[in-house]
């Protein structure tokens, strides 16, 4: 059973620091393609950033070009998201997801397999 459990949300200020991580279990990840989401109250899931299953390729979302980076460690079945500069506009419930490919592409969209989420929250 494939499951992508993310942690490391939570209150912080604007131009505060949070790092998220989405460990998975269930699947060879190193197989997999993952990428993080947000949705906020009232909008649409959002595409955030993306990794190809090596983690040689990465892709962000225009608003968080310079602020947020993700990052995989293999060995530990783990995605990352480091998220700087915060600002109130980035409060959403944030998703891990990951989808199954060998190539070194990374995807916006796609994605079979979700974590249940993690409330970040900025402050102003």
């Known amino acids: 059973q494939v499951q992508l459990a993310e942690s490391g949300g939570g209150l912080v200020q604007a131009g505060g620091s949070l790092r998220l991580s989405c460990a998975a279990s269930?699947?060879?990840?190193?197989?997999?393609?993952a990428g993080w989401f947000r949705q906020a109250p009232g909008k649409q899931r959002e595409f955030v950033a993306a990794?190809?299953?090596?983690?040689?390729?990465?892709n962000y979302a225009d608003f968080v070009k310079g602020r947020f980076t993700i990052s995989r460690d293999i060995a530990k079945n783990t995605v990352y998201l480091q998220m700087n500069s915060l600002k109130p506009e980035d409060t959403a419930v944030y998703y891990c997801?990951?989808?199954?490919?060998?190539?070194?592409?990374?995807?916006?969209?796609?994605?079979?397999?979700w974590g249940q989420g993690t409330q970040v929250t900025v402050s102003s």
């Open positions: 990794i190809s299953s090596s983690g040689a390729r990465t």
């Open positions: 269930g699947l060879t990840f190193n197989f997999y393609a």
């Open positions: 997801a990951a989808r199954w490919s060998m190539a070194a592409n990374v995807f916006t969209d796609g994605y079979d397999n």
